[in-house]
């Protein structure tokens, strides 16, 4: 089984719907990350957390709200989506580990969305 | 605050030859970590190996390898007897360190390079 993963892998929707998507991992790693992929720009930062009360806002966060409801779960929310939110979005988890501070992360099969 | 460029949208090289994928970051920081991950069709993004700041020794995974250079802010990526299962996007990150105040910091991408392999 995975030890990240994303729901749903593929989504279309319409301007103006809200959309959530969902990440969960069984790593046991208490930060989570969301980014986003655009043909041509890389990954950007849209949200992290550093444990459940820690929430922190990226480089892209405009548009864009998350939950983390547990250890193991981080949401992002698209409270009203338009076609500039089209992209591929990547969850990753890292670990603070004590002796380990190189942090690395791991990220779970990504989710396309689409916004007619 | 940080870049990280990738100056090669594309390259080429033939099955079993090597090729040398360049990186180049911007930083006022003292510790941080490097890191290539490599992104095939499947959209999987996967570490393929990474370097801390405070090491001089290039790290080495199998057939790749780094070549860091920390005065110039260089991180180039080796990849020796090219296969075809290296034909995937690759991409440099940087992430601060945490005595830099990185803690949770997220990962700063270049805009990667796609790398062909001609059988």
């Known amino acids: 089984d995975a030890d990240v993963t994303q729901t749903p892998r593929n989504r279309i929707t319409k301007t103006g719907k809200r959309i959530m998507l969902e990440c969960s991992q069984t790593k046991g790693h208490d930060r989570m990350y969301w980014y986003r992929q655009d043909p041509g720009l890389g990954l950007r930062l849209i949200y992290y957390?550093?444990?459940?009360?820690?929430?922190n806002k990226g480089e892209i966060s405009d548009g864009y709200s998350v939950s983390r409801q547990a250890q193991a779960k981080f949401s992002l929310s698209l409270e009203s989506a338009i076609p500039n939110q089209t992209a591929l979005y990547f969850c990753?988890?890292?670990?603070?580990?004590?002796?380990?501070?190189?942090?690395?992360?791991?990220f779970g099969p990504g989710t396309r969305l689409t916004v007619l | 605050a940080q870049t990280v460029t990738q100056s090669q949208p594309e390259m080429s090289v033939q099955e079993a030859e090597t090729v040398t994928l360049s990186c180049t970051y911007d930083t006022s920081e003292s510790d941080y970590y490097l890191f290539w991950y490599k992104q095939p069709p499947s959209r999987q993004m996967i570490l393929v190996i990474r370097q801390e700041a405070y090491k001089q020794q290039n790290a080495t995974e199998n057939r790749f390898s780094v070549n860091f250079q920390k005065a110039a802010k260089s991180f180039s990526l080796k990849i020796s007897d090219s296969q075809l299962g290296d034909a995937a996007m690759y991409f440099c990150a940087y992430r601060r360190g945490e005595y830099s105040g990185g803690g949770a910091d997220g990962l700063t991408f270049g805009k990667g390079t796609h790398l062909i392999i001609q059988p």
């Open positions: 990753a988890t890292s670990e603070s580990l004590a002796g380990d501070l190189t942090d690395t992360q791991y």
């Open positions: 957390s550093f444990d459940v009360k820690d929430i």
